[in-house]
Antibody, heavy 123, light 107 residues
Framework: QITLKESGPTLVKPTQTLTLTCTFS??????????VGWIRQPPGEALEWLAL???????RFSPSLGSRLTITKDTSKNQVVLTMTNVDPVDTGTYYC???????????????WGPGTLVTVSS | DIRMTQSPPSLSASVGDRVTITCRAS??????LAWFQQKPGKAPQSLIY???TLQSGVPSKFRGSGSGTDFTLTITSLQPEDFATYYC?????????FGQGTKLEIK
């Protein structure tokens, strides 16, 4: 059974750096065709994809966040870490990590997702 | 970026009804389209990937169709647990993008 869980601060001040950790079980990020993504959702708004990291350390980011994002993996700890610099109140929302994989050459969508962690950016 | 436009933004229906939600991509995305269901305070759950393939464990009352730019999610025989917000998402090209959501409410 694949599970993921996000962790990190609930309150961050503007201009600070936000670090979120996704701890997962049931798969390894050393397995070919596996990835972990981050998605966020401001209160009452739609979902927004942020970043992805793959088993081969390929990384993809949302251009709208520019160079503010970094994503790394620690395969020994089964963790993926997302870092967002220079946060602003508009970055307030629930942050989710999610699993995706490739089977028979076809990539599937994000499934499952972690329960999410609410981050508030406020002074 | 590929823009995903969902319609309608909200939908009112009764238990037992059949409803259809549409999702239009601003450019062709083959069948790289997923549908998610989200209930208040919960993480989204994947219903469909590849535009029409049900995720394991998802009941057949959910049906996805379409290819290219136009996609639909049809839900038959609505039950109280189906009232939620539904999102489409394209994963054909980066950045991956979601629709704005369709809130399905009980009439």
């Amino acid at each position: 059974q694949i599970t993921l869980k996000e962790s990190g601060p609930t309150l961050v001040k503007p201009t600070q750096t936000l670090t979120l950790t996704c701890t997962f079980s049931g798969f390894s990020l050393t397995t070919t065709g596996v990835g972990v993504g981050w998605i966020r959702q401001p209160p009452g708004e739609a979902l927004e994809w942020l970043a992805l990291i793959y088993w081969n350390d390929q990384k993809r980011f949302s251009p709208s966040l520019g160079s503010r994002l970094t994503i790394t993996k620690d395969t020994s700890k089964n963790q993926v870490v997302l870092t967002m610099t220079n946060v602003d109140p508009v970055d307030t929302g629930t942050y989710y990590c999610a699993y995706r994989f490739r089977a028979a050459g076809i990539w599937r969508s994000f499934d499952p997702w972690g329960p999410g962690t609410l981050v508030t950016v406020s002074s | 970026d590929i823009r995903m436009t969902q319609s309608p933004p909200s939908l009112s229906a009764s238990v037992g009804d059949r409803v259809t939600i549409t999702c239009r991509a601003s450019q062709a995305i083959s069948n790289d389209l997923a549908w998610f269901q989200q209930k208040p305070g919960k993480a989204p759950q994947s219903l469909i990937y590849g535009a029409s393939t049900l995720q394991s464990g998802v009941p057949s009352k959910f049906r996805g169709s379409g290819s290219g730019t136009d996609f639909t999610l049809t839900i038959t025989s609505l039950q109280p647990e189906d009232f939620a917000t539904y999102y489409c998402q394209q994963y054909n090209d980066y950045p991956y993008t979601f629709g704005q959501g369709t809130k399905l409410e009980i009439k």
